[in-house]
C-alpha cells in the first residue's frame, strides 16, 4: 500500500476541501487493521531513521497544518514517536517575536530545518505568514500574496541540498473540531489544550478554507508536495502519514555506512584484551 498517489495534491490543481470527505478511510475499513499497519510503519520508521542518521547524505522535513484540532500533537505523539530523539526533533513556530519581525518572514524558519542525517517536523511552520496572516489581516494582500513564489523558492533550495520535504495538511470537518473541543472540556487531561482563540478562529472557518486551498494550489510541487489527509478518524490519520513518510525514506535508498576503522585490527586488540584483562 504506497498512499502518496491518492492523497497528493497534483501541482497546480484547484482543491475544493468542502467536496472532501474528510471522515475518508481508503480501502482501510477497520481501525483494528489501521493500528496494525501504523504499528508496523513505526518499527520500519525507527529502521530508516537509523540509517539516514548514520548515512549522513540526505534529511527529511516534514511539515504539519491543519485547523485547530484536527491532530498536529496527535501525529507528533503517534508517528513521530518512532524515531529516536538523537536525531529528531519537532518545532512549533508561534507569533513571531519582535525581533523576528524586523527581519523576513523565513529569517525565523530556515535556523530550524534539519540537517544531513536528521528529521525535522515543523508543528505549523513558514505557511503561517499565508494563513493566519491573511485571515487576519495582518499584513494586506500585496505582502502575502507574494509569498507563495517566496516558499516555493525556498523550498527548491532545500531539496537541492537533499532535503526533501512531505507536507501534510491535516483535514477534519467542523462537526468532528466541535467534538474535540467537547473532548476537551470533559477531559482533565486534555484541558490544557483549550485556547481562548478557539471559538473565534472557528468563526473564521471559510475564510480559512480558502486560504488552505490557495496554499495547496499555489505550493504543492514535484519537489515538496502537499498530501490532504482526511483525519476525522485518527486511526487513518495515523496510517497514512506514517505510510507516506515510510515510503519517502524507502525511496532514499539508504545505508549504514561502512566502517571507518580495520575490524581484523580492532578485532584482534579486542582478544588481547579478553585474554589480558586490566
Known amino acids: 500500500m504506497d498512499l502518496r498517489h491518492s492523497l497528493v495534491v497534483k501541482p497546480g490543481s484547484r482543491i475544493k476541501l468542502k467536496h472532501l470527505d474528510a471522515a475518508s478511510t481508503g480501502t482501510c475499513k477497520s481501525s483494528t487493521e489501521a493500528e496494525q499497519e501504523t504499528a508496523k510503519n513505526r518499527i520500519h520508521l525507527g529502521e530508516l531513521q537509523q ?3 548514520g548515512e549522513k547524505k540526505h534529511a527529511l522535513l516534514i511539515v504539519l497544518q491543519g485547523i485547530d484540532a484536527a491532530g498536529k500533537d ?40 534539519p540537517g544531513l542525517g536528521q528529521i525535522g517536523v515543523f508543528n505549523r511552520s513558514h505557511y503561517e505568514d499565508v494563513l493566519v496572516v491573511r485571515v487576519h489581516d495582518l499584513v494586506p494582500k500585496k505582502v502575502w500574496s507574494k509569498r507563495y513564489d517566496l516558499i516555493n523558492d525556498y523550498e527548491k533550495m532545500l531539496t537541492v541540498h537533499n532535503v526533501t520535504i512531505l507536507k501534510f495538511f491535516l483535514y477534519i470537518s ?24 478557539d471559538y473565534k478562529e472557528r468563526a473564521l472557518w471559510d ?44 525511496d532514499m535508498n ?5 566502517p571507518m576503522v580495520d575490524l581484523e585490527k580492532i578485532r584482534q586488540q579486542y582478544h588481547s584484551a579478553k585474554t589480558d584483562p586490566v
Request: hydrophobic content about 35%.
Open 51 to 53: 540509517k539516514l542518521y
Open 74 to 113: 496527535g501525529i507528533c505523539w503517534h508517528v513521530m514517536q518512532a524515531m529516536n530523539p538523537q536525531g529528531t526533533y519537532v518545532h512549533g513556530f508561534k507569533q513571531p517575536t519582535e525581533e523576528e519581525k524586523l527581519h523576513d518572514f523565513l529569517w525565523r524558519i530556515h535556523p530550524h530545518t
Open 174 to 197: 467542523p462537526e468532528e473540531q466541535l467534538e474535540r473541543f467537547r473532548q476537551r472540556l470533559d477531559d482533565p487531561a486534555r484541558q490544557w489544550k483549550i485556547s481562548e482563540s
Open 207 to 250: 475564510q480559512y478554507l480558502e486560504a488552505f486551498e490557495d496554499m495547496l494550489k499555489k505550493c504543492s510541487t514535484k519537489d515538496a508536495p502537499w498530501y490532504v489527509i482526511p483525519s476525522n478518524h485518527k486511526w487513518f490519520r495515523n496510517l497514512a502519514v506514517s505510510n507516506i513518510i515510510r515510503k519517502t525514506l524507502e
Open 254 to 258: 539508504m545505508h549504514l555506512p561502512a
